[in-house]
């Protein structure tokens, strides 16, 4: 069973890694190396969104996804790539522009 306490991951009980976050914005996943692949990462995201849902907010954002294992995380789960950085404010002005495609937005439905 995976579950996040303040800014980390744990699997029935044990610490697996990090999960650092700032309110509806994703700061960083890691993982030690022996839980990577195995679903974790993905299971810690989905909780992260329920919990983000159930608090009302509307949307998910995440800081650059650095790794291609974070990018294929959040594009499964259905985020979105960003497109234009002046809609959100977390966004550091002097980095340049492209850098924000490596940044990803979930917006919840509302339905």
Do not use: W
């Amino acid at each position: 069973m995976i579950t996040i306490e303040e800014d980390a991951v744990f699997y029935n009980g044990t610490n697996i890694g990090k999960f650092v976050h700032d309110e509806n914005h994703i700061e960083k996943i890691e993982l030690e190396q022996k839980y990577q692949g195995e679903g974790y990462g993905t299971r810690a995201v989905q909780i992260y969104l329920k919990e983000m849902a159930d608090s009302e907010y509307d949307q998910v954002t995440t800081s650059l996804a650095t790794v291609p294992e974070m990018k294929h995380i959040f594009e499964k789960l259905g985020f979105q790539r960003i497109q234009n950085p002046d809609e959100f404010d977390f966004l550091h002005p002097s980095f340049p522009e492209d850098t924000y495609l490596s940044c990803y937005v979930f917006r919840f439905s509302s339905e």
